[in-house]
């Protein structure tokens, strides 16, 4: 099991740029596959960016080249850099981890982005 821990959401202006991190309990981190996820009220959530336990990374068309998932296993953290902010990114950002020899899945509570002018 682990425990994830969101940050670093909050205001910015289009354009702009956040970086969100994912503080993760345990020892399953480093084997584990993570994802960051976002959700608008009254949508269903999206897959936004994940890497894997190898570090292989994936991304959706709409943030790619403008978003960077990445993670540090000595610090069980999880990151996603994002530039280039636009309005349509605005919503609660969750982290996901997804551990293969259990095949269970864990959530963080999320992280609030607003990107207005």
């Known amino acids: 099991q682990v425990q994830l821990v969101e940050s670093g959401g909050g205001l910015v202006q289009p354009g702009g740029s956040l970086t969100l991190a994912c503080a993760a309990s345990?020892?399953?981190?480093?084997?584990?596959?993570m994802a960051w996820e976002r959700q608008v009220p009254g949508k269903s959530r999206e897959l936004v960016a994940r890497?894997?336990?190898?570090?292989?990374?994936d991304y959706i068309d709409s943030v790619k080249g403008r978003f960077t998932i990445s993670r540090d296993n000595s610090k069980n953290t999880l990151y996603l850099q994002m530039n280039f902010l636009k309005p349509e990114d605005t919503a609660v950002y969750y982290c996901?981890?997804?551990?293969?020899?259990?095949?269970?899945?864990?959530w963080g509570q999320g992280t609030q982005v607003i990107v207005s002018s």
């Open positions: 345990g020892s399953l981190f480093s084997r584990s596959h």
């Open positions: 996901q981890c997804f551990d293969p020899l259990t095949s269970r899945d864990y």
């Open positions: 890497i894997a336990s190898d570090g292989g990374t």
